[in-house]
């Protein structure tokens, strides 16, 4: 399979210390623990908001995820609006670029429930990510 490519964000192609692999330029972004779990949150979860965030079951510390989300903003993962509700709250929304790591999240999660020791809540479909039915 030949993947697609794009000329969106192309790195610096004067610096020798980088291969121009496709792999670790994504890991780049999200090969940390949390990244991910935030797209995760966002694009399953219904969480829109940094106190839903940090109150995922991972518990990911208040500075880390201030951390992640700034760099998915400014990679254009994802976006940051003023919540019409609540003056001091924002609304974080995935863009298209961060819609597009669905099948990223998909296939780790497929990859989980075959080598890993997934959840039963998972298994049972009854946890906000896709359940086997939904895949």
Not at 85 to 108: D, F, N
Request: proline share 4%.
């Amino acid at each position: 399979m030949q993947a697609v490519k794009t000329t969106v964000n192309n790195p610096d192609d004067s610096d020798p210390s980088r291969s121009g692999c496709p792999v670790s330029l994504g890991l780049d972004i999200f090969g940390d623990r949390w990244t991910l779990l935030i797209v995760r949150d966002l694009m399953f979860s219904g969480k829109r908001h940094y106190r839903e965030m940090l109150a995922s079951s991972e518990h990911i510390s208040s500075n880390i995820m201030a951390d992640r989300l700034k760099m998915l903003l400014a990679e254009g993962i994802i976006t940051k609006a003023e919540d019409s509700s609540h003056q001091q709250k924002v609304i974080y929304s995935l863009t298209e670029k961060g819609i597009a790591l669905r099948p990223v999240l998909m296939a780790i999660s497929d990859w989980s429930y075959q080598y890993r020791p997934v959840g039963e809540a998972y298994r049972q479909g009854t946890q906000p990510f896709e359940s086997d039915e939904n895949r």
